[in-house]
């Protein structure tokens, strides 16, 4: 099993239509967790980033965490064919000092249909 | 302001040979984390780097190695090439005690 695991899809979607994308995760050290939107053949770019269980919500994206249930989701309202993407979630383990690097999904990717 | 930079943009390498790849971390970040990431998968961590040191290391062979100059800069050597080493090679800069991280454009790597 591996200790992140997302829907690569694709996810064909309507314009306007609200996307809910979703990560699951196994290991409870995980403790901040980010959101990134990768265009083709370009780096990803970070949407969202938050720490503690809950909604956070900027523009059009919120950011929802659920440690209880080591799930993590990201919504867009009001989606546009420029979302059309691939979203992936990424988290980081609270090591104490230690320099782990970033634990990513495989990416989810998104069609927003004009 | 400029975002993180890395150089070259796009390479072709032959089986056996070394490469090497640069990195400019955005201004005032001075961690510097490489990252692999082979088509339809996700990023998977390589190396992190700060005060020029390895702070951090992915389960990678020791043909990878990096390091990290006074300006913060940094530069991945992948050394005897493999088939399965293209990919694309992107850097990411932190500010020290930040989780969240910022990514540059990556170098698309391709090995034949």
């Known amino acids: 099993q591996k200790e992140v695991e997302q829907d690569p899809g694709p996810l064909s979607v309507p314009e306007g239509a609200i996307v809910s994308l979703n990560c699951t995760y196994s290991n409870s050290a995980f403790q901040y967790f980010m959101w990134y939107r990768q265009y083709s053949r370009k780096g990803p770019e970070l949407l969202m980033y938050t720490y503690s269980s809950g909604n956070k919500e900027d523009g059009r994206f919120t950011a929802q965490v659920d440690k209880s249930s080591k799930y993590i989701s990201l919504f867009i309202r009001d989606s546009q064919p420029s979302d059309s993407a691939t979203y992936l979630c990424a988290m980081r383990k609270d090591s104490g000092g230690g320099a782990d690097g970033l634990t990513f999904g495989k990416g989810t990717h998104l069609i927003i249909q004009p | 302001d400029a975002g993180v930079t890395q150089s070259p943009t796009h390479l072709i390498k032959t089986r056996g040979q070394h490469v090497t790849l640069r990195c400019s971390p955005i201004?005032?970040?001075?961690?510097v984390s490489w990252y692999q990431q082979v088509l339809g998968q996700g990023p998977q961590f390589i190396f992190q780097?700060?005060?020029?040191?390895?702070?951090g290391r992915g389960n990678f062979p020791d043909r990878f190695s990096a390091r990290q100059f006074p300006n913060y800069s940094s530069e991945l050597n992948v050394n005897a090439l493999l088939l399965g080493d293209s990919a694309l090679y992107l850097c990411?800069?932190?500010?020290?005690?930040?989780?969240?991280?910022?990514f540059g454009p990556g170098t698309r790597l391709t090995v034949t």
């Open positions: 780097y700060y005060e020029k040191e390895e702070r």
């Open positions: 990411a800069s932190s500010f020290l005690g930040r989780h969240e991280q910022y």
């Open positions: 201004s005032g970040h001075k961690s």
